[in-house]
């Protein structure tokens, strides 16, 4: 009976539409984090792979910090055209004019972002959503559960969350609650990478290896562009450079690399000493404990 | 492609080293990165440890590091040319037993932990139980810090013995020990050189190669339909499809099926899949099955093969894990179920019995289930539910309890 043996790939893909069809299935609103990230990329086709040959029963969400990469936005329209799926836009900018945020000193909007996400999702009253998250991208990620609960103020309460036993998940809330759901949980980078490869999923080409004009800052390497001008005394250099990671344009730094095809990714990622945050996130270097804080306060 | 996925849980006491073996197969398998291990030799330089704590690098949650203990499921991943292996790291404190038996929930094989110096304990005797319990098949006890007792030989057998004779009392399908020290090292990755009495494998190796392939349930088909697909879009305006993940057997192009509760027969006529259509599936595919004749068919319903169908029962007699702090089990309380693709209502009618975990005694005068305590309870239905025993499927066979208030998964049943 060995030939009835699923590969782990297409394990870990049965497992994710397993948990995408759950949603739409028992969630009144369900909508789905899209930031035209990698992760956010897969889900979405694996959300597609779940209802084929129909469409994809619920609207897609963007909350767009004004800091984006202007490759990725045109990426994410493209990209949404194809899936023939709604996007909601939740703007940080319009919120910070509207008062509901303030811009923070060190010019980073990673965590106004929270609240803005929060307030749209109150607004259109979805009760389920969708985050391309994985459990090993980081420690306090690695706690959490598939199906996430969070209360009115969408707090996440790491020891007070649900059992989650077998595939039997629970998402009952009582009005104003919801749950934040991470179909690719039990992902690694690598296998979001083979993947890609496997079923040659499109993304913004920042993912891929080109030659770009970059300064060095803080031991990391940012492209120069709108939102990071070089400043006085930093040498613009040229380099072989990629993006593993798809943050804020000001915040998400990038890496010498030769990989420009999905292939030379996987093998690199296969053979990578520093984690994708690690390596590229100047937003996850501020303390031991920072995606734990931010995630209690209701970030993705 | 070749490769496949094992889930693990790990159990131990607080002190048993668990977190320090899995940081040391994440380590020694080039799992943990660069920075992940800076981050942990920092600390442990700053709180003056004489070596780098592993511990550390699955210690997720701010309180935990404060604290020194884990306080729920981490999950954690590293792969070999093998195997993706799918770690559930569960706590060891007492207080935390539900996590064990979530963490075992989903897992091929246990790991339990046993400290050399101490040997087994009330929670070695637990958690084994509950591991077996959940249907965890394999089981591989790892007698830890062996390099505190010498590399006795002397000491890992006594142990073994013991073990041994408690095991003998539980249904466990595999049993494997290995004499390790996850702190150094000794038998996790390579075999060490330090216990030449023993001729077994390292503990990876052991892992790589667990048979876990016949453990799931090909014979019985079963299909808790998930989700109807019916597009309401012109180029496929004809299509009616039954999504679903495959709980047991082979499903065929062609082969005949009944749905449950109605009963109507039908044929599969096309199977589809994330890969496009085949010719059969099985667990635990996602698929969407496309049947031969316009049924009703909705989520909720069981597809099975007509000679092979499962009973549906209103009255329910279930091994029952309580898992909430606020309040306990008791006759007369009623609460959400749910069954592979469907919710219901139960109504508590007896606690037939507790089990204590420690004893495996069985005290028939309980009449309520608090906090981690496990028993047999008597559920009556709002509808009926059609379960298999928990040993032959362990998606049919297993249920979750939800208050009917804070709408918290209070409990996890199975049929035993």
């Not at chain 1, 420690?139 to 969350?161: C, I, L, Y």
């Amino acid at each position: 009976m060995t030939g009835y043996a699923l590969s782990q790939p297409r394990a870990l893909e049965a497992e994710s539409i397993h948990i995408i069809r759950e949603v739409a299935a028992e969630m009144q609103r369900p909508c789905l984090l899209f930031s035209g990230g990698k992760d956010s990329v897969v889900m979405s086709v694996l959300a597609r792979k779940a209802f084929e040959p129909g469409r994809i029963p619920f609207p897609f969400m963007h909350v767009d910090t004004g800091l984006n990469f202007a490759e990725v936005i045109a990426f994410r329209d493209w990209w949404l055209d194809q899936l023939e799926v709604q996007l909601v836009v939740a703007s940080v900018e319009d919120a910070i004019e509207r008062g509901l945020v303030r811009e923070e000193p060190n010019g980073s909007r990673n965590r106004i972002q929270t609240p803005v996400l929060l307030d749209a999702a109150e607004t259109h009253r979805f009760d389920a959503l969708f985050g391309g998250a994985r459990r090993d991208e980081e420690k306090s990620r690695a706690k959490e559960r598939v199906f996430s609960f969070r209360d009115e103020f969408g707090q996440w309460d790491p020891k007070n969350q649900r059992p989650e036993l077998w595939s039997l998940y629970n998402g009952r809330v009582n009005p104003g609650e919801s749950i934040r759901v991470f179909p690719l949980s039990n992902w690694t980078e690598l296998d979001t990478w083979a993947y890609i490869a496997e079923e040659r999923i499109p993304l913004p080409n920042l993912y891929y290896a080109q030659e770009r004009d970059v300064v060095r800052r803080d031991g990391m390497l940012y492209a120069v562009n709108e939102f990071v001008p070089a400043i006085d005394g930093e040498q613009v250099l040229r380099r072989k450079v990629r993006y593993r990671t798809m943050g804020d344009a000001n915040l998400t730094a990038a890496v010498e690399s030769e990989a420009d095809t999905n292939e030379a990714i996987v093998a690199e990622i296969a053979t990578a000493r520093l984690t994708e945050r690690g390596a590229t996130r100047g937003d996850d270097r501020v303390s031991e404990a920072a995606m734990e804080d931010r995630k209690k306060e209701g970030y993705f | 492609m070749t490769s496949d996925l094992l889930r693990l849980a790990t159990a131990g006491s607080v002190d048993d080293g668990k977190s320090t073996l899995i940081g040391r197969l994440l380590y020694d398998s080039k799992a943990i990165f660069v920075d992940q291990y800076e981050a942990v030799e920092r600390v442990s330089t700053q709180r003056g440890d004489d070596y780098v704590d592993l511990a550390l690098l699955t210690d997720g949650l701010r309180a935990e590091r404060e604290q020194g203990i884990t306080i729920d499921v981490a999950y954690r991943y590293f792969a070999t040319p093998k195997r993706k292996f799918i770690i559930a790291d569960t706590p060891g404190h007492p207080q935390y037993t539900r996590n064990m038996v979530t963490g075992a929930s989903t897992a091929d094989a246990a790991l339990i932990l046993i400290d050399a110096r101490k040997g087994m304990t009330e929670q070695s005797r637990r958690h084994s139980f509950l591991a077996t319990l959940l249907g965890v098949r394999h089981l591989v006890v790892c007698i830890n810090k062996m390099d505190l007792v010498d590399f006795s030989e002397q000491v890992y057998d006594t142990i073994v013995q013991e073990f041994s004779e408690f095991a003998s009392r539980l249904k466990v399908g595999d049993l494997e020990f290995i004499p390790i020290s996850a702190l150094q090292g000794d038998n996790v990755v390579t075999r060490s050189s330090r216990t030449p009495w023993y001729d077994g494998a390292s503990l990876l190796y052991h892992l790589e190669h667990l048979h876990i392939a016949s453990d799931r349930n090909l014979t019985d088909v079963r299909f808790p339909v998930q989700y109807v697909i019916r597009p309401q879009s012109a180029k496929a305006r004809d299509y009616r499809g039954y999504a679903g993940t495959v709980a047991g057997g082979v499903i065929k192009v062609g082969d005949p099926l009944i749905a449950l509760p109605s009963g109507f027969s039908t044929t599969v006529s096309e199977i589809d899949t994330p890969m496009g259509p085949v010719q059969e599936a099985f667990p635990p595919m996602s698929v969407v099955l496309r049947l031969a004749d316009e049924i009703d068919v909705s989520r909720g319903d069981m597809l099975v093969r007509p000679n092979n169908p499962v009973a549906g029962q209103q009255d329910l007699d279930l091994r029952v894990c309580w898992m909430d702090e606020s309040s306990a089990l008791t006759p007369g309380r009623m609460l959400h179920v749910k069954h592979t693709t469907v919710w219901a209502r139960v109504k508590v009618r007896e606690v037939l019995y507790r089990v204590d975990i420690n004893t495996l005694h069985r005290d028939e005068s309980a009449d309520r289930l608090a906090l981690n305590e496990i028993g047999r309870v008597r559920l009556r239905c709002t509808r009926p539910l059609f379960m298999d025993e928990y040993a032959q499927n362990r998606v049919t066979g297993s249920v979750i309890l939800v208050d009917e208030v804070t709408n918290r998964t209070v409990g996890a049943g199975f049929l035993s």
